[in-house]
């Protein structure tokens, strides 16, 4: 089935690696009649001005999203909102999805940011791309006056930036505990990119067009079921269809306890530290190093040769995390051909929970020069898109980053992401002749905000804009 990318928006076959400026404008339609109204009249102009995903490279894009509470707003029909999944139509910050993402203590909602109870709601995502700084400017001064014109509120304005990185990454950026980031994504089937794979690279990483794009035909062979508006007269059955969900977590990163934890735990009796032993345990904690290189063709230095090779399995090249931790972060987030005493079918498995990943760092590097003694705030606008929240970004989350019991382990979660109990999480290193315990594990990562977003195809933005309300 061919994919219509000239109904599809660009940010499901793109992150715009190429363009350096973004701006992520969270909105609210007001509750004043007429509102709503304005707030259509503005989606029916920007649809022509979206970028598609067949769109040759251009010096400007912009995309759209929406909440659940979003939809509500714009006057989609009660009935109509009964289509969409469960988890979008709650949204990211009920309290027994919290569980669900280990959104518990310091992560709660309560402390968000935005996104959270008792804060102003959240109901249209505009992202913003540009090439250079002066397109940036221009693009952003023009979508904030129309935004003005058609009684948008810009709750909160997320500006990501780009930080100097390791020249060997390429189109890969690099994120704020120093590890290059983006390397291991899915191919979508029918985006034309699967032409460059064959072989066993072909089944690790070209993933069905459903699994991203509602409508099409996904991991299981079925088509991805969409949402409809049966209650509008006109093409409202297609609604959802080229559409996708959006996740989107505000995450800050705790730098400054990353690297004195590192310290602390690669001192030797007489407490000296080694740059080392602290970057090898760091690719531990990740299960790369930094370069991107893989621990499983080498845990013994940094090869910056390797940092974009994706061409391996954990069945074949470290069966027994003598490499690569089992516990680690990325071998939790995508465990390949690893869960199972049959390397194709755990392949196949762990192919049903794959994310296209979209996310670019915010705030200055650690060290730079700052106002005041309060260190500012930096991290990961984390932004993935799945047709299956529920399959794909929570079963991550909640099964494979979350569970202390993943893979056999006992009482260890993902030692990078995850909000730590107290006393610390823990992490086993496997190695020769006996295993190491890393212990005190700290939180690195704090949820700061967070939201699901339904990212839906052109035509259906241009309907949401004739709506009759």
Not at 193 to 216: N, P, T, W
Request: aromatic content about 8%; some cysteine.
């Amino acid at each position: 089935m061919q994919l219509e990318r000239d109904d599809i928006q660009g940010f499901v076959m793109s992150g715009y690696g190429h363009m350096h400026r973004a701006a992520y404008l969270l909105l609210r339609v007001g509750e004043a009649a007429g509102d709503a109204p304005r707030a259509r009249a503005w989606l029916g102009d920007l649809a022509p001005r979206l970028t598609t995903s067949e769109a040759p490279e251009r010096e400007r894009c912009l995309q759209v999203a929406f909440t659940g509470e979003g939809l509500r707003a714009l006057g989609v029909h009660a009935d109509d909102l009964a289509t969409f999944p469960a988890p979008f139509r709650e949204g990211m910050a009920v309290e027994h999805r919290t569980r669900i993402l280990g959104d518990t203590g310091g992560n709660h909602p309560r402390g968000w940011a935005w996104g959270g109870p008792g804060g102003k709601p959240v109901h249209v995502l505009l992202l913003v791309f540009a090439r250079d700084d002066a397109t940036f400017a221009s693009v952003e001064a023009e979508e904030r006056a129309l935004l003005d014109a058609a009684g948008l509120e810009v709750v909160r304005q997320l500006t990501p930036e780009r930080l100097p990185g390791l020249e060997n990454v390429g189109k890969f950026g690099v994120e704020h505990f120093g590890f290059a980031d983006g390397m291991s994504q899915p191919v979508v089937r029918g985006s034309g990119q699967e032409a460059k794979l064959s072989g066993d690279d072909a089944r690790r990483h070209v993933i069905e067009a459903g699994e991203f794009v509602l409508g099409y035909p996904n991991g299981y062979a079925k088509l991805t079921p969409w949402p409809k508006l049966a209650t509008e007269p006109d093409g409202g059955a297609d609604f959802g269809r080229n559409g996708t969900y959006l996740v989107f977590r505000h995450l800050a990163q705790d730098v400054g306890a990353f690297r004195e934890f590192l310290q602390s735990q690669s001192a030797d009796p007489g407490g000296r530290t080694s740059a080392e032993e602290e970057l090898r345990l760091a690719a531990k904690l990740v299960g790369r190093w930094q370069s991107g290189a893989p621990l499983v063709k080498g845990d013994h230095r940094d090869d910056p040769d390797l940092g974009l090779d994706n061409s391996f399995g954990y069945a074949e090249w470290d069966p027994h995390g003598l490499r690569c931790p089992i516990a680690s972060h990325v071998r939790r987030t995508n465990p390949r051909d690893s869960l199972g005493r049959k390397p194709d079918k755990a392949l196949e498995l762990a192919n049903l929970h794959r994310i296209l990943r979209r996310g670019r760092v915010f705030g200055p590097p650690f060290g730079d020069p700052h106002e005041g003694d309060v260190e500012p705030e930096r991290g990961l606008h984390f932004i993935c898109l799945n047709a299956n929240i529920e399959r794909q970004f929570e079963f991550i989350q909640h099964t494979w980053c979350n569970n202390p019991k993943f893979a056999g382990r006992y009482d260890e979660q993902d030692p990078l992401i995850t909000y730590q109990p107290d006393g610390g999480g823990r992490l086993t290193i496997q190695q020769t002749p006996v295993r190491r315990r890393v212990v005190d594990i700290p939180s690195f990562v704090t949820t700061r905000g967070g939201a699901y977003f339904f990212l839906p195809g052109i035509r259906a933005v241009r309907q949401m804009g004739a709506l009759a309300g």
